[in-house]
């Protein structure tokens, strides 16, 4: 390019005023330049759309930053500066000026429950985890008020840490609300659920019910009566018997909650768990084009969620036919344990004693070892990717023995397995992340002192609660990191902003609760960044086709209100969304 052909493309650049409709008015203007000449045209691919004058993070290899970038066809044809740019403008290019904006890959989210979610704001009497127990009595009574009569009415999330106040979740408390619906309210752990007599007299859960392998009926101490309270697999059995939704419900779940997750960057997704109505409603979104984000699916295994064992294994032998372009289904969930506050995560040393308990009680596998192993070494020659659910030290080590058997009898096997959570990890265990290629799911929104510590402190004791989420011993150790939120199983928004700043500080990023969980363990935010992108992309098996922003790959990146890198570390989970593009597409901008 000429001299002259660079100043006129400078001049033009610096003259786009006109708001882009890729992008919202506070975040970028536009104005189409006037066309390049053709012999420049010719030689290079033109640009649908180009991004000026901005910090452009790229997250390459070398966390390179760059000025502009252009796309056509919903891919990234050219990264760089305004000049470089140029060449692939003319006046068909839609033209947006950053202003200097942070531009970044979008969010990898490799642990989320979209369907959950859009099902609890969308069609269940949800109420936020903080909310006492008069408050979740108040909705129950307007819920039921407007539910027809015999209908079930579901709901959630109530505190896990109710079970520790003195007024503790009972059926007595729903069966004063009401007796003429069933109720069925899960807890902020999705581990337990609370039911009111006339659900147990439904679901024919009495004193002479037993408990179900991986879970339990809590039951009245001076008797053998249910108090409504369901652990485990006792709460996801119950799922099974509770009337389904629509297949259009289903779709609108999962556009409502992609649509929250856009809000703050999200443009992949791993639904952490699926049954056969989500695997439809998934592939009939893709299909009608409003799936608009990639989505790597979980199929239940074992799990006795929604779809009994007999379908989940339909399910694995059809997963083919529910994949789709933004859709991959060789992905596979298991639950191991339970999760510390109730005692039902698999420990290598016991809880603290208690009187129901006593003073040696280490918790429970949901699966055996043995049993594990076997649908491991099986799963793993079905070049099927397996995320562990494991919350207790025990577990972590049963699930890494697991995948270790599986290594040895497909020595083939190129499949990065997950343990979800990671979050008590004995120090012998940490290396074998590495060695064995295994994944560490990290759920960010956990690591900083506030209430859940303190309950976690009453069952496994103070030091070992004040050591949760070894995130840079593992980092160290060259282990693969990704992030996962849970939402909305214990976080009540799908925003990693506070999990990123979190993360860096080891702190409370709502500054609601002083001091800091294991500082030793902080990270850099460029690593950070890097977990939160394109490591959720490796996991994802996408990493050719997203998770940074390089020629080839899909436009899929976030535009930011503020550089993080250049603002106290403290304010970074103040960071908003000015705009999210998927393939090319802009699916959310902000109204700032």
Known sequence: MTSALRHIATRLYRLTVVVSSVVSISACSSEAPPKVPDTQATSVTIADAAYIDGSIYTVDTGNTWAEAIAIAGGKIIAVGSNEEIAKHVDSTTEVSNLNQRMVMPGIHDMHVHPREAGEKYNFQCSFPFTVTID?????????????????????????????????????????????????????????????????????????????????????????????????????????????????????TA????????????????????????????????DKTNRLSMKVSTSIGWNVSWTDTSEQEKENVRLRANYASENVNTDFIKIMLDGIPPTRTAAMLEPYVPDTKHGDQFLGKLIHSPEKLTEDMIYLDSQDLTVKIHAT????????????????????????????????????????????????????????????????????????????????????????????????????????????????????????????????????????????????????????????????????????????????????????RVVSTVASGKAVYSSPL
């Not at 004193?207 to 249910?226: A, F, L, M, Q, Y």
């Not at 303190?454 to 990704?482: C, T, Y």
């Not at 002083?514 to 098996?541: H, S, Y």
């Open 135 to 251: 408050e979740i009595v108040a909705k129950l009574t307007e819920c039921a008020a407007e539910t027809p009569k015999g209908t079930w009415i579901r709901g959630g999330q109530w505190a896990m840490e109710l079970m520790e106040s003195d007024t503790v979740p009972h059926k007595k408390i729903l069966d004063a609300i009401t007796m003429d619906h069933p109720i069925y309210l899960g807890d902020s752990t999705v581990h337990g659920a609370w039911l009111n007599s006339r659900a147990l007299e439904e679901l024919k859960i009495d004193k002479d019910t037993v408990n179900p392998p991986g879970g339990v009926i809590i039951r009245e101490p001076d008797s053998s009566e249910p108090t409504g309270i369901l652990i485990d697999n006792a709460a996801y059995n119950v799922l099974q018997k509770i009337p389904v939704y629509t297949s259009e419900q289903y779709q």
């Open 392 to 575: 207790g030290d025990r577990a972590v080590r049963v699930a890494l023995d697991a995948i270790e058997a599986a290594r040895k009898a497909n020595p083939g096997s190129s499949m990065m397995h997950e343990i979800s959570h990671s979050e008590l990890i004995h120090p012998d265990d940490i290396p074998r992340f590495k060695e064995l290629n295994v994944v560490a799911e990290l759920s960010p929104i956990l690591w900083y002192p506030q209430p859940l510590v303190e309950v976690m402190a009453q069952v496994i004791g103070r030091d070992r609660a004040n050591r949760f989420w070894p995130i840079k011993s593992l980092h160290e150790a060259g282990a693969h990191l990704i992030y996962g939120s849970d939402w909305p199983s214990v976080v009540p928004d799908p925003n990693p902003w506070p999990g990123i700043e979190a993360m860096v500080t080891r702190r409370d990023p709502y500054g609601t609760t002083p001091g800091e969980l294991w500082p030793e363990q902080a990270m850099d935010l460029a690593t950070t960044i890097r977990i939160f992108t394109i490591n959720g992309a490796v996991a994802a098996k996408s990493a050719s086709t997203t998770g940074s922003l390089e020629v080839g790959k899909s436009a899929d990146f976030i535009i930011l209100d503020r550089n993080v890198f250049q603002i106290p570390v403290e304010d970074i989970g103040d960071t």
């Open 254 to 285: 999962l556009e409502w909650s992609m649509r929250e997750m856009h809000k703050v960057g999200v443009t992949s997704i791993k639904d952490a768990q699926v049954d056969s109505h989500a695997l439809k409603a998934y592939n009939s979104l």
